[in-house]
């Protein structure tokens, strides 16, 4: 007997302490604190959502109208942004004991996509500025695809060898690479500029008691995330549903108000599809229990 009667005991402790660790409490109620200060405490909980936004970004070259005429391709004749909502996280906001707690905002990351140069402006003195003279637009836009087209034969005589026998090893090397840079400030002239940026923007949820669903936010393929009032875009909802009980191993029949948070799942979802599903401690779905103080010895 002795063996079972330690497997149980051994059984009630892990019981006891998965209990304790899952259990989520706060003192509230008026009370005075230990330097004597009076306590209003109305334990709560704020939510964090966290959503990851990709911009791709498109600028209009200065010769995008003659980019069919002289290269014979089709080039963005305005500039335009496209948003796109990647992923989202909900955890716990400023809450250092949660399990699930929300951390630092990721800087933002942007990269350039065929691109000569970092910036979302071209440069003040275009690439195929070579006078003082001031061309028609469209003469100028010509004279540069002519440009970017002896720029390709260059190249070509340099790799055959057409160019010359001076030009080899690391040289010739760097010569393409300088003629490559060239090359593409002439066709973003043309072809315009793209820039694809990532964000993360962190939105608060104080969720109310008996309420299980929230509008976060809603989002616009042109505009990124927009007010939850705003009927352009369709919305980012964060639901909670209370999982379980809000339990206490301490609870007695006398003794201090604590608030007990009720485990609850939350998910965040945008356009029918679910961007995360955590359990989170909810304090507004909780319950009030008493928990009886140790005496303090003399």
């Not at 990851?52 to 089709?74: E, I, M, N």
């Not at 352009?232 to 609870?251: C, K, M, N």
Request: include cysteine.
């Amino acid at each position: 007997m002795k063996p079972i009667l330690l497997v149980f005991a051994c059984l009630l402790a892990a019981s006891a302490a998965v209990a304790q660790e899952n259990c989520r409490m706060a003192r509230t109620g008026v009370y005075t604190a230990a330097d004597g200060s009076t306590v209003v405490a109305e334990p709560s909980t704020t939510l964090a959502v966290d959503l990851t936004l990709r911009c791709d970004r498109v600028l209009s070259g200065p010769y995008a109208r003659y980019a069919q005429k002289y290269l014979g391709l089709l080039a963005p004749l305005t500039d335009k942004s496209v948003w796109t909502l990647v992923g989202g996280k909900v955890a716990v906001s400023d809450d250092p004991d949660a399990f699930v707690r929300a951390g630092e905002i990721p800087s933002s990351e942007q990269f350039v996509v065929s691109h000569a140069r970092a910036g979302e402006e071209f440069a003040r003195l275009q690439p195929d500025k070579l006078s003082t003279e001031v061309l028609p637009l469209e003469e100028a836009a010509r004279k540069a695809a002519s440009t970017l087209f002896a720029l390709r034969r260059h190249r070509l005589e340099l790799i055959t060898g057409e160019a010359g026998e001076h030009v080899f090893g690391a040289g010739l090397g760097a010569a393409l690479d300088e003629i490559a840079r060239i090359e593409q400030s002439y066709l973003e002239l043309f072809l315009g500029r793209r820039t694809v940026e990532t964000r993360t923007v962190r939105l608060s949820v104080e969720p109310e008691e008996g309420q299980e669903q929230y509008i976060v936010c809603r989002f616009t393929a042109a505009e990124g995330v927009v007010p939850a009032d705003d009927l352009s875009g369709d919305p980012v909802v964060l639901g909670i549903l209370p999982t379980g009980r809000a339990d206490s191993p301490w609870e007695s029949q006398r003794g201090v108000a604590y608030r007990v948070a009720m485990p609850a799942e939350c998910t965040l979802s945008y356009g029918g599809g679910l961007m995360d599903r955590r359990v989170l401690p909810i304090f507004e779905m909780g319950r009030t229990v008493l928990v009886e103080q140790p005496k303090s010895g003399r």
